[in-house]
């Protein structure tokens, strides 16, 4: 308990000295639950529909890739961690109609299971271009505590398994739970060697590192939910 808490204190200077509250930086958003749920992965339906339609409008949502060029700036990309089915059921149909672009980063081991994404409706998806298929890796597990030889299996078979299986070119891995207390910075390093874009859960903006892409955590009491749709 007391080394986690440590972390987290760690964790909130960090953000601090990588400048969280420098509005010119682009912002990459994670989501996980859109649903009526009451918790901190969840976001309404509602509040989804506001957000992305207020992004869209502003044309502010990009690829990952596109944050590389300098003329980009206060940009925002959406991803989604897991997959829960309420992003299927609920936030598919406005990504479609909308044709914005975002990132599904899917754990192997949550796929075809109870209240997640089915093999045929990541098809299904991916059948838009504006889809991109991510690894969450095998097992949702903190990385720091597993093993150099562990984590490479979760990020080489992960890769394989999503390329093999939705005939896709895998080049992002999101970290499951992402903060400096679930993965350390060798195995950031670690997965910055087979993957393009290394994502984390540290919340702040980016700051132009593609090894070590910060998320905002997205939900019904998020700072940057609530200043967008206010």
Same mark, same amino acid.
């Given at each position: 308990?007391?080394?986690?808490? @440590? ?35 969840? *976001? ?27 003329? +980009? ?37 949550? @796929? ?43 990020? @080489?078979?992960?890769?394989?398994? @999503? ?5 896709? *070119? ?17 195995? *950031? +390093? ?38 967008? *749709?206010?």
């Amino acid at each position: 308990m007391v080394r986690r808490i @440590l972390f987290i204190i760690y964790q909130r200077i960090y953000t601090l000295f990588r400048s969280i509250h420098n509005d010119q930086f682009s912002r990459v958003l994670m989501f996980h639950n859109i649903s009526k749920e009451n918790n901190d992965i969840t *976001i309404s339906k509602e509040n989804f529909y506001k957000l992305i339609t207020k992004l869209n409008d502003e044309k502010r949502i990009c690829r990952i890739e596109e944050l590389k060029y300098p003329s +980009i700036s206060k940009s925002v990309v959406i991803t989604f961690d897991d997959v829960f089915q309420s992003v299927y059921v609920n936030a598919y149909p406005l990504l479609k109609k909308l044709q914005v672009p975002y990132l599904l980063f899917l754990n192997i081991k949550m @796929l075809d299971k109870d209240n997640y994404l089915t093999t045929e409706q990541v098809k299904e998806m991916l059948s838009d271009s504006n889809c991109i298929l991510g690894s969450h890796s095998i097992n949702h597990v903190f990385m720091r505590n597993i093993s150099e030889e562990k984590l490479q299996l979760e990020l @080489l078979n992960s890769k394989e398994f @999503l390329e093999k299986n939705f005939d896709v *070119i895998c080049t992002s891995f999101a970290f499951p739970y992402g903060s400096l207390y679930a993965c350390s910075k060798k195995n *950031i +390093i670690q997965a910055s060697k087979v993957y393009d874009y290394v994502f984390t859960t540290i919340n702040m903006n980016f700051d132009g590192d593609f090894h070590n892409i910060p998320r905002i955590n997205v939900n019904n009491n998020c700072k940057f939910l609530k200043e967008m *749709i206010k």
